[in-house]
Structure formats: C-alpha cells, structure tokens
C-alpha cells in the first residue's frame, strides 16, 4: 500500500482536530454499521472540555489505495516541542486557517517549525461559512507569513482548499456556494502535492522515535517512523542512546494506527508510522537499527522548560477530608508516572515533601494538575517561576511574543497594563474597530496577566503568546501582584454578619457558611498590605433583637476562583491548596502571629 505521512497543523482553535474527525468519517475507513457519531480525536477529558489538543494523537486512513498517516498536533505553544519532533516524522502538512481569524501567533510557531524541517504545505482556509469569513485576505496574510518564515519557492507553491470542518464541506474556490459535502477536495490534495516517505526501503533497520507512550504492562512505548529497512516482532535490535552508549533490546509488540484504534502489527516497514514497546527507558530522539549496523540519525532537540513550581503534601488543617491521596511518595509516583511520556516535563525533589516541576508554561502545568486533582490527590502548589539561565556571564529570562486583538475602546488600558510589566510594543495596527497589538513581554510579566486582561476588556480581548527566547532580566517587581488580601484569623464556617462588616474592606472569595482556617485567603484587600479578618464572628444576639434579622444581610457575589486565576492570583508567599472537589488560597505561614514576624523580618 502506498503511504502518506502528514501532521496537521494550525493556531489553538482554528479546528484541527474537527477537520481530522471529519477526514475519518468522510473517508471509508469506517464500516457502515459502526457507530462514528462521537469521533474525535481529543481522547483526554480536559481536551474535550476545553477544546484545545494537549498530546499529538496518531491515526490513519485508507483512502483510494493509499494508506494517510495523520498526526494531529497540539496548538498551544506550551506543547510546542511535540509540533518541533512531529515535523521529523512526515513529509507534508495541511496548515488550517481560520477564515476570520487569519494568521495569528501560533500559525507563525508552528509554520516557521514545518518550513525549517522542509516539509511540503498544503493551506486550508476553514470556517468558511462563517458570516465574518474574510478568504482571499486570510489566503494574502498566509503568503505574507511564508515570505517573512523565509520559504522557499516550492514551498511558495502551495495549494489552497476552502472548507468547513464543522459542516463537512470544502471546495477550491474561496465563494461560499462551491462547498459540496465531501472532504475528498483536501484527500485528493494530499494524495497529489504531499510525498512520499524519503526513506531507504532496503537496508539495516533504521526508527527513531518522536513521541513516547506509557503502558503499565510493556513500559515506555516510543511513536516514530521506520527509516529504514524494516522490522518484526521479536526480533533482537540495538538502540544508540542519548550518550553514545548502545543497548540491545528485544522487540515486545509494535502497534500501528487506523482509524482511532491502535492496532497490533507483526512487521513495520520503512515509511510506516509505528510504536515500538520493549526497552523499558526508551527516550526520544534514540536510534533504534539492526544488531551490528549501528548507526546513530542525529539527535531530536527537545525544548526545555521555561517555568516551574512547587509540588507538595497538602499541610493545610483540612488535609484529607476531600482526597485519598495524599502522601509524598504517592505524589513523587504519579509525577514519574507522567514524566515517562512527557519529555518536556521535569520534577526534582525539593524535601522531603516536596518536589519542584518544571515545564513549558502555565497551562503545561495546570493540566497535569487538574489530571492528578480528577485521580483523588490532594497538593498544594506554589506560584510559577520562571526558570532563569546564565548566558555569557549575563542573568537571563524567558521572553515570549504576544498578539493581542482587542476593541479600539480598551486599548489604552492594554497598554497602560502591559506597560507596568516591561513589555515592549512592536506593532500595532487597525483593522476596522478592533486593533492588533504585538509586543515582547518578559515570560515573568505574563503570569497573572490573563485574569487582569479579561477583566480590563470586559471579556472582548483575544490575548495570545508564544514562546521567543531568553533575554537579559527585566525589572525586578515584574509578575508579582499589587494588592493585598483578607487572611482569616480564626478556624470555623464564615457567617453573613461578619462578610458583611467586611465587604468595604474588599472583595470576597467565600460565602456564608463556608469552612475556613487561620492563614486561608478569604478576599481581597483594596490596599497594598494584607489583612487578618475574623470572617466566623456571629451577631450577639440580645432579648431586643430577633434571631432571624441576621438573615436579611444582603451581600455581594463572591469572585469565582478557576484553577489557572487561582495559580495567576497567588505571591510568592503563597499556596494554592488543590483538593478533587476545592481550591482553596493559603499563606505559607497559616499562623497569624508568626506571620506578622516574617513579614516584618522581611521588610526591615
């Protein structure tokens, strides 16, 4: 059968993921009585929820003879590594537009990505049935974006496909009345523009993988093409490591890919896509070849981590009420647990209980926080840090391009805010009442800046960032936040009254008759300096008053906190204490009075 490796490409958003589902369905993959109605390719409960692509996901159709590889990528910058080592696996993308939207920064990423790697790019201008779709503009801002990623003139040649993942429609003309339901416009495209496998067919056996897997039974699994040769099942093969060294391996089971199964193969052959379980500790970018042909393909870089935080043992009074795990060593398993399959994932010890993760970004981190918080763990987290290098001599910090786009009446204060976080604008233009900003912000600005963002926008600005490089340190109080907040004094459930008497002081995080300790944050103050409130004191209720009246308190809604705002909102003297069913605020130091010592040890 004849093959076609492809990774499918685009900013977060623009429907990757609905255009694979939608290639499975419209292909013949399937058969008749199979039940397609839920297909996606976005496995993970958060992916569905959120409707972002976390890991690269493998699958394949057969389509007029030819068997497609398609691997649909993360679009998220913090996922970035996996588009870098996925270019290494195929020899096309279908880059997806969205026909509003037009190019925005992680189109830029992960174009620059497949053009440095010399793959051919097929364009697909989705969502073209929606009302504000602008084609022929978005077709002119994607040719701009090649010239300006320096492709070359093969590249330059690109076919453009109109679509509409979500209807199932697509055409080669950009005017909406040429859509016919059927996806075998982009299948033709591919069959016709996209190569073949540059590989060797004859040859010792050659297959580095891209991606890793984890399996309780076989171990690590590693997702990568063959490149040469080809091989069986059982069969005794070397694996050049990292560092030179070689180690010989039995091959336990190899899986390829159709449709959304994974499925058992006996031989893989130069070209397929496969995944490969028998060496326990495979790492990515290894060689695995033939017993006595070892010869090693040259090293995958893997992006390192740019941010990091504390993971530790809840110490909080309400420890163990909500989860069932709790201890160090169940955390340290579960964090080991991840990092067999995440390689842009680190984790250290820090003590005894406590261990420092670090990874590409704040969403990268928040996910696998919010997975060990579905399992039944119970942590607490510290703010994310960006992790600083020395370079030459000089201290320097991850810095990261930001587009904005954002209506004309909020840009001031835009940029007012970006202004206070050493941001430096680079661009910035009009397009009808909306505007486009572009800036390079300091890693450090940008946490706790989504939360701030939407609320200076009122919820209309679209705010999207890239990582770019390190640069030297910015200033100094960049990231951390300027107001300070309500910390309960005492331990018990809050009352009406007491929130009341404090709403002036500021705004609240909790209602009447939740349970709080000493050291939790209950609000937020509209000073500077934190606050120890006594939100549990009751009314003294005396012969004169009616023990009811205390019910006709009528307070102000809480401010809903979400995991990402809480770990944007917290200091660097702070926790965020993460429960399955809670997420609670915390000082790092719960007791009032000592507290107050640190703090004026710290200011003197």
């Known amino acids: 059968m004849k093959i076609r490796n492809i990774a499918i490409i685009a900013h977060v958003d623009h429907g990757k993921t609905t255009l694979v589902d939608k290639l499975l369905q419209m292909s013949g993959t399937f058969r008749d009585n199979e039940d397609i109605t839920d297909l996606s390719m976005d496995s993970n409960a958060i992916e569905k929820e959120r409707g972002i692509t976390i890991l690269a996901k493998t699958t394949a159709i057969n389509y007029e003879g030819y068997r497609i590889n398609i691997l649909d990528t993360p679009g998220h910058a913090d996922f970035g590594g996996e588009v870098e080592r996925i270019m290494n696996m195929v020899d096309g993308v279908l880059l997806v537009v969205d026909a509003y939207e037009g190019t925005m920064p992680q189109t830029r990423f992960v174009l620059k990505k497949a053009l440095e790697a010399g793959v051919t790019p097929i364009v697909v201008v989705n969502k073209i049935d929606k009302p504000t779709a602008r084609p022929k503009e978005v077709v002119d801002e994607v040719l701009d974006l090649f010239i300006e990623l320096g492709a070359d003139i093969d590249q330059l040649d690109f076919p453009v496909i109109y679509a509409s993942a979500l209807a199932g429609t697509s055409s080669l003309h950009p005017e909406i009345d040429t859509q016919e339901p059927t996806m075998n416009y982009i299948l033709d495209a591919i069959i016709s523009y996209i190569p073949a496998p540059n590989v060797e067919i004859d040859g010792g056996f050659q297959f580095q993988p891209a991606l890793l897997d984890y399996n309780d039974y076989v171990g690590r699994i590693g997702i990568g093409r063959v490149k040469r040769g080809s091989v069986k ?45 028998g060496l326990p500790d495979i790492e990515v970018g290894e060689t695995v070849c033939t017993v006595g042909k070892e010869e090693a393909l040259p090293l995958l870089r893997i992006d390192e981590p740019t941010l990091q935080m504390t993971f530790g043992v809840n110490t909080s009074p309400f420890c163990g009420r909500d989860g069932k795990l709790l201890t160090a060593r169940k955390i340290e398993e579960r964090l080991m647990k991840e990092t067999e399959k995440d390689v842009s994932l680190k984790v250290r010890p820090n003590d005894s209980e406590s261990f420092i993760v670090s990874g590409r970004g704040e969403l990268h981190l928040s996910i696998l926080i919010e997975n060990m918080r579905r399992e039944g763990f119970e942590l607490q987290v510290s703010k994310p840090e960006v992790i600083k290098k020395e370079i030459d001599g000089v201290m320097c910090e991850p810095f990261e391009d930001v587009q904005i786009d954002v209506p004309e009446e909020y840009v001031g204060s835009v940029i007012e805010a970006l202004g206070n976080r050493e941001a430096i604008m680079e661009n910035m233009h009009n397009q009808g009442n909306q505007v486009r900003l572009s800036y390079t912000v300091p890693s450090r600005g940008l946490i706790g800046f989504s939360t701030e963002f939407m609320t200076i926008t009122k919820g209309y600005g679209v705010l999207n960032h890239t990582y770019k490089e390190y640069r030297p340190l910015a200033g100094s109080t960049v990231g951390e936040r300027k107001l300070g907040v309500l910390v309960s004094m005492e331990n018990g459930k809050a009352t009406a ?37 006594n939100v549990v004191k009751g009314k003294k209720l005396t012969n004169t008053r009616a023990s009811g009246s205390d019910h006709t308190v009528v307070l102000k809604r809480p401010r809903k906190m979400s995991l990402e705002t809480c770990l944007d909102y917290i200091n660097s003297d702070e926790y965020v204490e993460v429960t399955p069913h809670n997420f609670r605020l915390r000082k790092m130091i719960l007791n009032t009075e000592l507290r107050k010592k640190a703090d004026a040890k710290k200011n003197n």
Do not use: W
């Open 497 to 533: 009254y007491a929130l009341g008497q404090l709403e002036d002081r500021g705004v609240m995080f909790i209602e009447p008759g939740d349970e709080v300790y000493e050291g939790m944050i209950v609000g937020e103050h509209t000073h500077d300096n934190d606050l120890a409130v």
């Open 233 to 277: 099942v059982n069969e005794m093969v070397s694996c050049v490591r990292r560092d030179g060294t070689i180690k010989q391996f039995r091959i336990q089971k190899m899986f390829g890919y159709l449709g959304l199964k994974r499925i058992e193969v006996t031989e893989a052959k130069a070209g397929d896509i496969v995944a490969i379980a």
